[in-house]
């Protein structure tokens, strides 16, 4: 009897040997390699095809990233030999054929791979990626830059730098580490920093990353109204969407979330329990190109825009701009140049062969219209950080309070 016999009551199927949809003559996958370099243990993939075309993928997870690699040690072993034209059919693969499904791990490491895939496509086309997009929507993609660091502190001078280099538009952590009710005076000191960003004719988001309860939520949406922030970003942690919608309907300021989402199946309530403004999804973290241009286009319907966390590396913001050049709603983007966590000389630039594709100009960059992703990675630089820094995994710090509490980073 046929193992693939569909009256078998136990069809023994071994996943191995399903090598997805595929004609004679396609292209196929014959090597997967994952890369962890600094500053953050970025994730980087390198996907490359019987015909020679590399694909370059980028994922993260916050602390993490080690978990992600193994899960690419079994992508490895289901991928190889299958055709990477048919990127739908390898997501559906990854997501839809496991028992167990989603979650920020998984949805990770498909993210990774489905970029790579998304390149390799755009190459072996010979177009960029937003064409493969249904084409652009707009010559320049919006993006944001950051001041202050966790604790944020000076952010007089670093608006300034960040003025010149082309920025109009800012992000800093609203607050370092608050307790459960704290003192109104360090919303005071929120405040105070949000005058003096935009003393200089610039527009700043807040980011509280989470760190708010809803005690002292209600008294920033208060404090805040006058000062007009671009937005403020998690005022309350995830999966608390009942409680947004309650704050939301306390502001007129745009809350933006969403970057610990890791599908559209967890955008869902948020979207209907009308609690955002801005959807945050992450390229890196929710499955990819392919996933987020399904998350966009659910945020549409609801009157939502895209602005995309992008703290990562350049496969990661490449990829956040080809859909920003494609996606309607699309708002703007963050931008990790010279953020506050560059470590060592390690930074957005360090692993592009030139950096020049990044130019920012008016607070915006211009069209990438390279074949793929649009940038041409330091494939040996890559493969030096991953071997100088084995064994290095970057961890999300442990905050306290004065009492030994733990709180949110």
């Excluded at 003559?25 to 014959?30: A, C, E, H, P, Y």
Aim: proline share 5%.
């Amino acid at each position: 009897m046929s193992k693939y016999d569909p009256d078998s009551p136990l069809l023994a199927y071994d996943p191995s040997e399903d090598k997805g949809l595929r004609t004679a003559g396609s292209d196929l996958i014959t090597k997967i390699e994952t890369f962890l370099v600094k500053p953050r243990s970025w994730v980087f993939v390198r996907v490359e095809t019987k015909d020679g075309i590399v694909g370059w993928g980028e994922t993260m997870l916050d602390g993490h990233s080690d978990a992600i690699v193994g899960a690419f040690e079994d992508f490895k072993t289901r991928l190889i030999g299958w055709d990477p034209a048919n990127i739908e059919d390898i997501w559906q693969h990854l997501f839809r054929h496991r028992f167990h499904r989603g979650g920020p791990v998984l949805q990770a490491a498909i993210a990774g791979l489905d970029i790579a895939l998304w390149d390799i496509k755009g190459k072996a086309l010979g177009v960029p990626i937003w064409q493969l997009l249904g084409g652009r929507v707009r010559d320049r993609v919006d993006v944001y830059g950051w001041v202050g660091g966790d604790t944020p502190h000076d952010v007089g001078a670093a608006a300034k730098i960040r003025k010149e280099q082309g920025f109009t538009v800012l992000k800093m952590n609203a607050t370092g580490q608050l307790g459960w009710i704290d003192s109104p005076s360090k919303l005071d000191e929120v405040v105070k920093r949000v005058k003096e960003v935009k003393a200089l004719g610039l527009d700043v988001g807040l980011d509280f990353h989470g760190r708010l309860h809803k005690g002292m939520a209600k008294q920033l949406a208060r404090k805040l109204e006058p000062v007009e922030p671009y937005f403020i970003e998690e005022p309350l942690l995830p999966f608390q969407q009942e409680e947004l919608a309650k704050l939301y309907q306390q502001t007129t300021i745009p809350i933006a979330t969403g970057e610990r989402l890791t599908c559209r199946q967890e955008c869902r309530p948020y979207f209907e329990s009308g609690c955002m403004d801005i959807c945050q999804s992450d390229v890196s973290h929710c499955g990819g190109i392919s996933e987020l241009r399904r998350i966009a286009a659910y945020a549409e319907i609801y009157d939502i825009g895209m602005a995309p966390h992008c703290p990562n590396g350049p496969i990661s913001f490449a990829a956040t701009l080809q859909l920003g050049f494609a996606v309607p709603n699309f708002v703007i983007s963050e931008m990790s140049w010279q953020m506050h966590y560059a470590q060592e000389g390690y930074d957005l630039m360090t692993y592009l062969k030139s950096a020049d594709v990044f130019d920012v100009k008016d607070g915006s960059i211009g069209l990438l219209t390279a074949p793929g992703l649009g940038i041409e990675i330091n494939e040996e630089l890559v493969r030096q950080i991953d071997k100088e820094n084995a064994g290095y995994h970057w961890r999300v710090p442990v905050w306290r309070g004065p009492n030994g509490e733990g709180r949110e980073w």
